[in-house]
């Protein structure tokens, strides 16, 4: 059995122990979150950090020692321009000889797998991303109120620089938004102009998909409900005016966005199946 520690108590902390709970080969050995700490962190093979941004690294400098030799896979923004960036699809091979992963952004992933093989073209494009969270990205409970809001619009989301550094795009705008009487799951509208058009371009997708069980390329509407409390990302294409691709993708926040994609790591770095203790959440 592979020891780990579960580091945080926020949503994702929560979904995390729940998945490793039930995983064949992990036992769960050290939890902590701001109030209390139970087990033996000394003792973990793999630390999972799953507390705030900007928190993350704070608590890497100040256990630096007691963490040496260990894995780690940490779900903050902190490490992601500096550590092996975990997104299995797109960097598979990179992960498993990893010691330091850092998870995806929940809305980066959403995007990320929308922009798919067409990574390394988009150097002369306009990317326009509109997307739609539910509140647990921010940490926070379902209000009854209706509300849609609006945040952080333009070039300032501390997703971004990780989008422009996987996907190679330099022109971006990102139009984020947050309902706040949904709990779970994001709706990404990922538009690409100025791209060359392909006369089928979901074939273009499902060849490059064709191994990833977790991707789905769809020709019907998306919804979020189809993807909720799984580790799937469902996407659709479709060519609009000129040369402009739109792709619809939706995952949920809290698993693929973050707890089952940290396990999908998790077992890339220990030389395990890709896929052990997710099939529950397909």
Known sequence: MIKVAVIGRRTLGRV?????????????VYTADSK???GNLSGAD?????????????FVAEHQTLL??????????????????????????????AQLVANPGCYATCVLLALGPLIGKLAS???????????????KKKRKKDNVLSYKAGHIHYH???????????????????????????????KIHGLKREKNISAVYRQFYS?????????????????????????????????????????????KGGASQA?????????LNENMGLKKYS
């Not at 306009?126 to 509140?135: H, N, T």
């Not at 019907?220 to 619809?248: K, M, P, S, Y």
């Open 160 to 190: 971004l620089p990780e989008i422009r550094k996987v996907s190679g795009a330099k022109d971006i705008i990102f139009c984020p938004m947050r309902c706040d009487n949904t709990d779970f799951g994001i709706l990404g509208y990922t």
């Open 68 to 97: 040496k030799g260990r894995k780690i896979i940490d779900l903050s923004v902190d490490f992601r321009l500096k550590w092996i960036y975990g997104l299995p699809e797109l960097n598979r091979e990179a992960i498993k000889n």
């Open 211 to 255: 191994r990833e069980p977790w991707v789905r390329i769809v020709s019907h509407d998306i919804q979020t409900a189809d993807v909720i409390g799984t580790n799937f990302c469902d996407i659709r294409l479709q060519w609009e005016c000129r040369n402009t691709l739109l792709a619809i993708s939706a995952i949920d926040n809290t698993f």
């Open 263 to 271: 396990v999908q790591n998790f077992n890339l770095m220990f030389g």
């Open 16 to 28: 995390l122990k729940r998945i490793l709970r039930e995983h064949p080969e992990a036992k769960i």
């Open 125 to 139: 494009t306009l990317i326009c991303l509109d997307a739609a969270s539910g509140i647990s990205g921010a940490g």
């Open 46 to 58: 793999c630390v999972f950090l799953a507390i705030p941004n900007n928190k993350s690294s704070i």
């Open 36 to 38: 209390k700490s139970r």
